[in-house]
């Protein structure tokens, strides 16, 4: 085992070289592989070249040089494309944070039976006044950026839930395909994440609708992992156990508490007040977000409403 295997237990490292093909012998060959294909792209500005930061590609694209490079080169050209929306990327942002503290994410404390982190998502928390689905799609960036400097996550992967109970007609409608396309750029093709399940539960009519306006940008692999349980929790304790479930999610588990997440990367900011008002973030795909719901339906008062002056 070389540094670079540091943190793996034994199990991660037998399923890292099993599932992943990953070689403690040719671990810095394949890791400069990748880095001497930099050159090919010069219009990109390849800001971490280390070795640890390019391993997390290969683990991602399960060794395989060409392709590792490739999501690489996306992850750092999605960023460059959009400036703005990677512009004081922190929890500390006010709109970031809170989305955050509605729970988007939620972060899960146990893993699941494969090692795998679980996010939750409670769609309806969603507060259309006080923060845009761009601010969402950060938040849920930053986390993952956090959540993958582990290298157990990065061999084991994620599993999302997504919760759309009491999510309405009219916050669905401000999904447009240009926001949705957008979130699929930044987490299937420019993240170097293993997403090992993607499950919608509690989805209406209206979100099978949007499914099937984006199930072209989704690659084959991605749509295999779409599991779609509508009101059958049954079916989605079949492949996530319910004892580490919330009892929100028909888990044996107590009702998840919205800001667990947030406090964990927010700390002592938790608590300090910031007014913000969605209409004044700037951002490149700003055309996309026109018109935002003033109010929503919640499942959470972690926070207290903001008023913005207009």
Known sequence: MTHLQAGLSPETLEKAKVELKENPDTLHQDIQEVRDMIITRPD????R???????????????NHFEAFRLLAQYFEYRQQNLDMFKNLKATDPGIKQALKDGFPGVLSNLDRYGRKILVLFAANWDQSRYTFVDILRAILLSLEA???DPELQVNGFVLIIDWSNFTFKQASKLTPSMLRLAIEGLQDSFPARFGGIHF???PWYIHALYTVIRPFLKDKTRKRIFMHGNNLNSLHQLILPEILPSELGGMLPPYDMGTWARTLLDHAYDEDSDYCPESYT?????LEKDLSPKTMKRSVTAAAVVCDV
């Open 201 to 203: 539960v509690n989805q």
């Open 283 to 287: 951002l490149s795909v700003k055309d």
């Open 49 to 63: 070249t280390d070795d640890a930061f390019i391993l997390r590609f290969l683990r991602a694209r399960k060794f």
């Open 44 to 47: 990109i500005g390849f800001l």
């Open 147 to 149: 959540m993958i400097e």
